[in-house]
């Protein structure tokens, strides 16, 4: 059975940095697109980030990009997102899942793990 599991979330001060992970039981990562998700209280999950290492693509959200970096370490089966300079509005919990097709670009996402609590104070 396909397991995700993600860690690393925690309160930050604005500006500090944060690194989550997503490991995978039960499925090889590399074969999906792997995908970061935010929800922040009241609001929808929103994608964040997306890899896929099939078709050696990575995308962000505008409101993330050149601050957050999606990467991977197959040997580990793990998923990495780094968050740098973090804002209040970074605020969510933090989910990962996967997809098919992998590409990313109209993958079907599914099995999320619990997700990851990320806290940005002003």
């Known amino acids: 059975e396909a397991q995700l599991v993600e860690s690393g979330g925690g309160l930050v001060q604005a500006g500090e940095s944060l690194r989550l992970s997503c490991a995978g039981s039960?499925?090889?990562?590399?074969?999906?697109?792997v995908g970061w998700f935010r929800q922040a209280p009241g609001k929808e999950r929103e994608r964040v980030s997306c890899?896929?290492?099939?078709?050696?693509?990575?995308d962000y959200t505008d409101s993330v990009k050149g601050r957050f970096t999606i990467s991977s370490d197959n040997a580990k089966n793990t998923v990495y997102l780094q968050m740098n300079s973090l804002k209040p509005e970074d605020t969510g919990v933090y989910y990962c899942?996967?997809?098919?097709?992998?590409?990313?670009?109209?993958?079907?996402?599914?099995?999320w793990g619990l997700g990851t609590q990320v806290t940005v104070s002003s």
């Open positions: 899942g996967v997809g098919l097709p992998s590409n990313c670009v109209d993958s079907d996402f599914g099995s």
């Open positions: 039960g499925i090889t990562l590399d074969d999906y697109a």
């Open positions: 890899i896929s290492k099939r078709a050696g693509r990575t």
